[in-house]
């Protein structure tokens, strides 16, 4: 590995992974969901995706070696996304001018030592994202790096909460604003030692 200077819904899935063995997959909020008892973001069957482990976030790639950036080295993070597969690819995003771009689904983040954008892909799965998981989740990702607290991602048992928590408020509230659910999101660092 190189270094750089949930369930909140019921199991979605139990699919068969390349070599045959099974593996658990359950749901989370939007493209973020649990695979075999850790947080992913992207369909990890496919091409791309990311891992949320204790040290950092580990960007995997099939046919490359997998790149950790640590916690300590986020400063903003946020999910550029779409709710549909085809505008989530390069080629969708061309066409429809999303925030997505050309570039498909990614990360936008910036991080430091050294300071860099830092966007890594993932592949959509096939299915569709609401967009208010989407938001809930960039939220979430974006208020605890901007609280000073990236490391609490890489704690499965506070995301697994945090997710949980955000997935309902995403099926139980009227969500008509992002400050309700940074307010979700303060509630549950301020829980946190």
């Known amino acids: 590995m190189t270094t750089e200077p949930n369930a909140a819904t ?12 099974t593996e658990s997959v359950q749901g989370g909020l939007g493209p973020l969901v ?17 891992t949320f482990e204790p040290e950092g976030l580990v960007h995997r790639v099939l046919g490359r070696d997998p790149h950790l950036v640590t916690w300590d080295r986020l400063m903003e993070l946020g999910v550029a996304v779409t709710v549909d597969r085809f505008s989530s690819s390069r080629i969708g995003g061309l066409l429809s001018k999303s ?5 498909g689904s990614c990360l936008r983040s910036m991080v430091r030592h050294p300071y860099d954008l830092w966007s890594p892909e993932f592949t959509h799965h096939r299915g569709f994202y609401s967009a ?3 938001s809930l989740l960039d939220v979430l990702l974006g208020t605890v ?9 890489g704690d499965d048992a506070w995301l697994t ?3 949980h928590r955000m997935a309902e408020h995403h099926f139980t509230f009227r969500w008509r604003s992002p400050s309700e659910a940074v307010e979700i999101v303060d509630g549950l660092l301020s829980r946190t030692p």
Request: no cysteine; charged share 25%; aromatic share 2%.
């Open 10 to 21: 019921p199991p979605a899935a139990a699919a068969s992974s390349a070599g045959g063995a």
């Open 34 to 50: 649990r695979v075999d008892g850790r947080w992913t973001l992207g369909d990890h069957q496919r091409r791309a995706h990311l």
């Open 99 to 103: 925030a997505v771009s050309s570039r």
């Open 132 to 134: 208010r998981e989407i």
């Open 145 to 153: 790096v901007g609280r000073k607290r990236a490391e609490l991602l």
């Open 161 to 163: 909460s945090a997710v």
